[in-house]
């Protein structure tokens, strides 16, 4: 059997961390070249250097993904030093709460901002050298958050959010070929739901466990759990798959 070369390019948004960072590893199982966007160079910097390890290209950008131009000239230099751009994940997040009678409008915008704005920022910068591609995909990070959190509402409005933008983008997008998918992820275990325990003055134990008793699987998820699911939906085997919202909760 011959093994063909690895080829295309993808974008990963909130690449240094988290579900971000093991959708890196996970596509450059596939493709030869990944771009790295994170807020914070540091961890970028460190999967960029494990995917170099690897053999694989890997260029990191530090950038806050609400600064719309900032994103796309992270973009075009990314396009420009990666030699195109086949598939791009928005997997930026943050997640900062109150109850709504002590939410802030700031506290508010600031999730709205980092996972709406920056999830539109994203697409938009990409678009150019996804129409140049000849099997261009978009995957967005929702949350099943969508279908309402406590404390948490400016994070449930904008993961409900990203289910309406992937909706509307998949008709939008649609007849240029270009897919527009989702993952709804549920309890995972990341370094920001660690630090929802520490908010809330919990152990990570007692945090941890009720999720994972609710799940039907009676455990929480791995960021690589996700990671995979995303893989799926950039890669040709779901090439009819576009506007759907793959929920990967364990069954919560």
């Known amino acids: ?39 914070d160079r540091g961890p970028a910097e460190r999967v960029a250097t494990d995917l170099r390890a690897a053999g694989r290209v890997a260029e990191v950008r530090a950038v806050d993904v609400t600064d719309v131009a900032a994103v796309q000239e992270a973009v075009d230099s990314l396009v420009t030093a990666m030699g195109g751009l086949d598939t791009v994940v928005a997997a930026a997040g943050n ?12 506290v508010w915008s600031s999730v709205l901002d980092v996972h709406l704005t920056g999830s539109f920022a994203m697409v938009r910068a990409s678009l150019p050298a996804l129409r140049r591609s000849s099997s261009p995909s978009v995957v967005l990070v929702s949350s099943v958050a969508a ?30 070929g270009i897919r527009v998918n989702a993952v709804a992820p549920g309890f995972i275990d990341t370094r920001m ?25 009676g455990r929480i998820g791995q960021p690589e759990e996700v990671a ?5 939906l950039a890669s040709p085997d779901s090439s009819y798959m576009t506007g759907q919202i793959v929920y990967v909760t364990g069954g919560i």
């Open 1 to 39: 059997m011959v093994v063909a070369p690895l080829s295309g390019v993808a974008i990963v948004s909130g690449g240094g961390r988290g579900i971000g960072a093991a959708v890196c590893v996970r596509l450059a199982d596939r493709f030869r070249a990944i771009g790295v966007i994170d807020l």
């Open 95 to 106: 997640q900062v709460g109150a109850e709504m009678a002590d939410m802030s409008v700031a």
């Open 147 to 176: 279908r309402g959190i406590v404390g948490h509402a400016n994070y449930g409005a904008a993961k409900a959010g990203i289910m309406g933008l992937t909706r509307s983008l998949a008709r939008e997008l649609g007849p240029e």
């Open 193 to 217: 739901t660690r630090d929802g325990a520490g908010h809330r003055g919990l152990s990570w134990e007692e945090f941890a466990g009720p999720a994972a008793a609710a799940s039907a699987l």
């Open 228 to 232: 995979s699911v995303v893989d799926f």
